[in-house]
């Protein structure tokens, strides 16, 4: 793929979607729709539910000063059990988000890659192929990623949690309230620099055959290395707008249903965003990064055996 601008890989990207609609709108409709509706119905509300219920039990708690009342120890029970169902319910939620999330990565990169390389219409994946072929070969190595990118981000936070225990009052003291600004920037900086490779990593672990985990992590760095402000342009530009469309849930629950519709379009377009960047990405390297992917054993609906090599 020939290294194109930031308004080149918009272009291609609507350019892709609209040539294979039919894939797209089954990933949408059939994942990404499913996923969202559940973290935005179902998981925020009865979470949300759930954990006020707790503060309301633990605040009439602490008004009962006898701790050998039988109303102390039902609320007591009480607590308990709505804690081991408020974890329980989380465990579930994380489960079936994660879940859909693989489908969904899975099927628009597949469809992005093959779209890209694609030598006729014949070959070109489809949604089927992808969940009954493709998903049960990759997810265990998109899972390694994303459990590695989960410690990436605890010791990210440790460390921030550290570094502002140290220099917080100091900060204060010499730089007053624009040191203590600088720091949350510097911290907010770094986070979204970690959300943006573990999403190119996981683009990564899909495409390289050999990469997972810390690798694709690593592998992900060097992509956007020498491409840092393309890359951050790339990512901000498509997560900023969904990010104001779930603020705009939060605060009008009204727009609800219309959020819903555009912010999953929104993140169908997101994925195939960060596809095309790795390619971009990984032609400007030179090199730097390992290209050969394979796509492997295709079989569409008339049982034709298409192996799809894709020079990633």
């Excluded at 350019?15 to 797209?24: A, E, P, R, V, W």
């Excluded at 039988?70 to 059990?81: D, G, N």
């Excluded at 990064?289 to 990633?312: G, T």
Aim: aromatic share 14%; net charge neutral; charged share 15%.
């Amino acid at each position: 793929m020939k290294v194109v601008g930031f308004f080149g890989v918009y272009q291609e990207s609507f350019k892709i979607i609209q040539s294979h609609t039919k894939i797209f709108t089954q990933i949408t409709f059939i994942l990404i729709l499913p996923l969202l509706s559940f973290i935005f119905f179902i998981f925020k509300q009865q979470s949300n539910l759930l954990f006020n219920e707790i503060l309301h039990d633990s605040h009439q708690l602490t008004n009962i000063n006898n701790h050998d009342t039988p109303q102390y120890q039902h609320l007591i029970r009480k607590i308990s059990s709505k804690w081991d169902t408020f974890l329980f319910f989380n465990f579930i939620s994380f489960t079936l988000i994660l879940i859909f999330s693989i489908l969904s990565t899975t099927a628009v990169v597949y469809t992005v890659a093959t779209s890209i390389y694609d030598a006729g219409k014949e070959t070109m994946i489809s949604f089927t192929e992808v969940i009954t072929g493709i998903v049960p070969k990759t997810w265990k190595r998109l899972m390694v990623t994303f459990l590695c990118a989960i410690l990436d981000f605890l010791a990210y936070n440790f460390l921030a949690m550290l570094v502002t225990w140290e220099l917080a009052k100091p900060v204060r003291n010499y730089f007053g309230v624009a040191g203590s600004i600088i720091m949350v920037f510097l911290y907010l900086s770094g986070f979204v620099y970690l959300i943006m490779v573990w999403k190119i990593a996981s683009v990564v672990t899909l495409l390289d055959g050999k990469a997972c985990g810390f690798e694709a992590m690593k592998k992900s760095k060097e992509l956007v290395k020498g491409n840092m402000g393309f890359s951050i342009s790339i990512f901000l530009s498509v997560n900023v707008p969904f990010f104001v469309i779930l603020f705009l849930f939060l605060e009008k629950a009204a727009f609800g249903i219309l959020c819903l519709l555009v912010s999953s379009h929104v993140l169908v377009f997101e994925v195939v965003l960060l596809t095309l960047l790795c390619f971009v990405c990984n032609k400007s390297c030179e090199n730097n990064v390992e290209k050969v992917v394979l796509v492997d054993q295709i079989i569409d609906e008339h049982h034709v055996h298409n192996n799809v090599m894709i020079p990633f």
